[in-house]
């Protein structure tokens, strides 16, 4: 059974075959491809051409392009699984030696809002939530727990205040730690933000867990501000130093808007900020992936170290 808590704590089910599968979810309104600016006007939520949002978008598929295509003529829309962006670098070692061990594999997901959830339908859209359904897919028979830490409006000082009770408590093998955004849109100076993220990188590393970090969301609001790319860079610097994972969330929703030509009103809400259903579970379909992967490496590797 897959676990995702949020308050009031919420299980999920769900089975299926090793593969990256269509799964239904609530998909935004689209609009057909035109030309896509570099960067989206500051403050403006959607595009100008495009159609505007329902307020109750209707299900449909969410597909893997490398698996299947969509039907012609469905509606339905892609998520595409761009590996050159998606893969983690390093080696998941804990997650992989505690799923070989056959033991339940504890997740923490801690972040601010688009953790914890603005701008999906309900708590069971969320990133975090759908990850939980994306990997039970993915490793079906093991037991797996994905819990929600994300709160609204957090930078990364107040999410470290919580590591002792919201991640170092859970004795998690895998934290997801989302940052940057808020600190982007408060104007903040990148340079004490480098310091204190790489503080707790190293709290993290502490604890005997993976750790993924993940950047901002590729958003209109997010792409007014000055610092965006600056914060972009910085995050994948520290990781890079550090030697943890990053997932290019930024460079990924790029991608659906640049490449893939989709408009905002396909992934991203009403405020221009905050990520929709579908683009949380698109989100959370290519982490699970990246984290499969990951967690997979020779088995040489995954074993325990011997004792001495």
Same mark, same amino acid.
């Given at each position: ?9 919420? $299980? ?16 935004? %309104? %689209? ?6 600016? $570099? ?6 939520? =959607? ?8 307020? =109750? ?25 761009? $590996? ?9 070692? =804990? %997650? ?30 969320? *990133? ?17 727990? @994905?819990?929600?830490?994300? @709160?609204?409006?957090? +930078? ?8 002792? %009770? ?51 969301? *590729? ?7 000055? +610092? ?13 130093? +550090? ?13 659906? *808007? ?15 900020? =905050?990520?929709?259903?579908?683009? *949380? ?28």
């Amino acid at each position: 059974m897959v676990l995702a808590t949020l308050p009031p704590a919420r $299980a999920q089910t769900a089975g299926a075959q090793h593969a990256l599968s269509a799964v239904a979810i609530p998909a935004a %309104t %689209t609009a057909a491809p035109l030309p896509i600016p $570099a960067v989206a006007a500051p403050g403006l939520p =959607h595009r100008q051409d495009a159609k505007p949002a329902v307020a =109750h978008p209707k299900a449909a598929p969410l597909i893997d392009s490398a698996m299947a295509p969509a039907p012609a003529g469905s509606g339905e829309i892609v998520c595409r699984r761009p $590996a050159r962006l998606a893969r983690l670098d390093h080696p998941l070692r =804990h %997650t992989a030696r505690r799923l070989a061990a056959g033991k339940p594999l504890v997740i923490v997901a801690i972040g601010s809002s688009s953790t914890a959830g603005a701008g999906a339908s309900s708590p069971a859209a969320s *990133y975090p939530s759908r990850l939980a359904v994306e990997l039970q897919k993915l490793l079906p028979g093991h037991a797996i727990a @994905v819990l929600n830490r994300g @709160v609204n409006g957090e +930078e990364t000082p107040d999410m470290m205040a919580r590591f002792a %009770t919201g991640v170092i408590a859970a004795h998690p093998q895998l934290v997801l730690w989302q940052v940057g955004t808020n600190s982007v849109l408060r104007d903040h100076p990148l340079k004490p933000h480098a310091v204190e993220l790489r503080q707790g990188i190293g709290q993290l590393k502490e604890i005997d867990a993976d750790v993924v970090l993940i950047d901002p969301q *590729y958003a209109p609001r997010v792409l007014a501000k000055s +610092e965006t790319t600056g914060m972009v860079d910085l995050i994948a610097l520290a990781a890079q130093e +550090e030697d943890v994972d990053l997932f290019h969330r930024f460079a990924i929703m790029r991608d659906w *808007y640049e490449s893939q030509h989709r408009s905002f009103d396909v992934f991203i809400s009403r405020d221009g900020l =905050h990520m929709n259903d579908w683009g *949380y579970a698109c989100w959370a379909k290519l982490l699970a992936a990246s984290i499969v992967d990951a967690a997979s490496p020779p088995v040489a590797s995954v074993a325990a170290p011997p004792a001495r």
